[in-house]
């Protein structure tokens, strides 16, 4: 019996595109193929991130969504970097941004619109917060663009349920509180 000839395959000029774990707290820090300069930098960024070095992370991310433009990966490294480092919003913006360029990783992708409904509800709790601590200084009129600003966010419906339940609350304090202070 003959054995079957050995094919030959070609090596990538790249490393391998990174796995989903790889944008959690696990980052390679080295890959066993030749780097192209796009994958060296996207490794010194999540290595950087893994470090806790957010403004280089960032600034590297951010460097290649402008040279890379049509890189989702990078956009969602960047957003991830940015949740990582506690800058909600512009994570919030860069998971959106990732979702709009429409990339074909789908783990990214429900990863990302995860991430979009959680900061979205962590958001207008915070506003949330605000508010009722203007409510409790009187600040009604602030008080109800900072629960409109909440309701915006489209948090979901138990949130947004504690918003019109707020709103309303506030409305009838601001009226009574306007009476009071008129007779």
């Not at 980052?27 to 060296?40: D, F, H, I, R, V």
């Not at 979009?116 to 508010?131: F, G, Q």
């Amino acid at each position: 019996e003959e054995a079957e000839p050995v094919k030959k395959v070609p090596a990538p000029d790249q490393t391998e595109p990174l796995n989903e774990e790889d944008t959690d707290d696990k980052y390679p820090s080295s890959q066993g193929l030749t780097a192209s300069k796009y994958e060296t930098e996207l490794q010194a960024g999540l290595s950087l991130l893994s470090q806790k070095e957010c403004n280089e992370a960032i600034d590297i991310f951010s460097s290649l969504t402008i040279r890379y433009p049509e890189q989702a990966r990078v956009q969602y490294l960047l957003s991830f970097a940015y949740d990582k480092c506690g800058d909600t919003r512009k994570a919030l913006k860069g998971y959106k941004d990732y979702i709009d360029m429409q990339p074909d990783d789908k783990v990214l992708m429900h990863k990302s619109k995860t991430r979009i409904r959680e900061l979205r509800d962590n958001i207008a709790v915070k506003l949330i917060e605000e508010a009722q601590e203007n409510a409790t200084a009187h600040n009604y009129d602030y008080c109800l663009e900072i629960l409109e600003q909440a309701y915006d966010l489209y948090p979901s419906a138990v949130v947004a349920n504690k918003i019109v339940e707020k709103y309303s609350a506030y409305s009838i304090n601001s009226i009574a509180w306007d009476m009071s202070n008129h007779t």
